[in-house]
T-cell receptor, first 110, second 117 residues
Framework: QSVLTQPPSASGTPGQRVTISCSGSSSNIGNDNVYWYRQVPGTAPKLLIYKNIHRPSGVPDRFSGSKSGTSASLAISGLRPDDEADYYC???????????FGSGTWVTVL | EVQLVESGGDLVHPGGSLRLSCAASGFTVSNSWMHWVRQAPGKGLVWVARIADYGSRTDHAESVRGRFTISRDNAKNMVFLQMSLLRAEDTAVYYCVRDFGGGDDSWGQGTLVTVSS
């Protein structure tokens, strides 16, 4: 069981907005930054959001992150077929003294 | 161009040992935090260990603490993961990562470790 809780799946039609939640606690999300990764099956993960809200260069502004208290969210707007992938949140846990990932959310584009 | 190439993955018996290597190019490992992240077949991502860009500070996940050790060879520009007392649940693809979660975040292609009798 993952320390950070994500819904196992999310879906939307092309052009829609999809939001993925990530729930943690005061020892992780409530205490430090959250990061979001996307992973297409069979490939290495790619960083989408760092330090809660920031996008690395090359990541389109269709992807946005937010954080409030012990929860964080990733929003994908203008959903595209190639957005089908697993999405993971991750953060540092002060009690475990390590990074903890969410269990991942598979996004389906209908 | 930044490149990370992992090697050393293999089939090993429970209780055995293995050393994974990560060869870096396009940057200097001594100037970056380096990490290992693993993914069991069909499962999610799990952070394993990190080594600081300065000195020799390391951190390891609770699940591998005391069994795995991350290290770095600055002269060879390589990072290693020494794994011992391997268990079936350590079976995974192991990724070498530069600057995890940072602006220079980069991942290798991964190397598969299978622990089975």
């Amino acid at each position: 069981q993952s320390v950070l809780t994500q819904p196992p799946s999310a879906s939307g039609t092309p052009g829609q907005r999809v939001t993925i939640s990530c729930s943690g606690s005061s020892s992780n999300i409530g205490n430090d930054n959250v990061y979001w990764y996307r992973q297409v099956p069979g490939t290495a993960p790619k960083l989408l959001i760092y330090k809660n809200i920031h996008r690395p260069s090359g990541v389109p502004d269709r992807f946005s992150g937010s954080k409030s208290g012990t929860s964080a969210s990733l929003a994908i707007s203008g959903l595209r077929p190639d957005d089908e992938a697993d999405y993971y949140c991750v953060g540092w846990d002060a009690i475990l003294s390590g990074y903890v990932f969410g269990s991942g959310t598979w996004v389906t584009v209908l | 161009e930044v490149q990370l190439v992992e090697s050393g993955g293999d089939l090993v018996h429970p209780g055995g040992s293995l050393r994974l290597s990560c060869a870096a190019s396009g940057f200097t490992v001594s100037n970056s935090w380096m990490h290992w992240v693993r993914q069991a077949p069909g499962k999610g991502l799990v952070w394993v260990a990190r080594i600081a860009d300065y000195g020799s500070r390391t951190d390891h996940a609770e699940s591998v603490r005391g069994r795995f050790t991350i290290s770095r060879d600055n002269a060879k520009n390589m990072v290693f993961l020494q794994m011992s007392l391997l268990r079936a649940e350590d079976t995974a693809v192991y990724y070498c990562v530069r600057d995890f979660g940072g602006g220079d975040d980069s991942w290798g292609q991964g190397t598969l470790v299978t622990v089975s009798s």
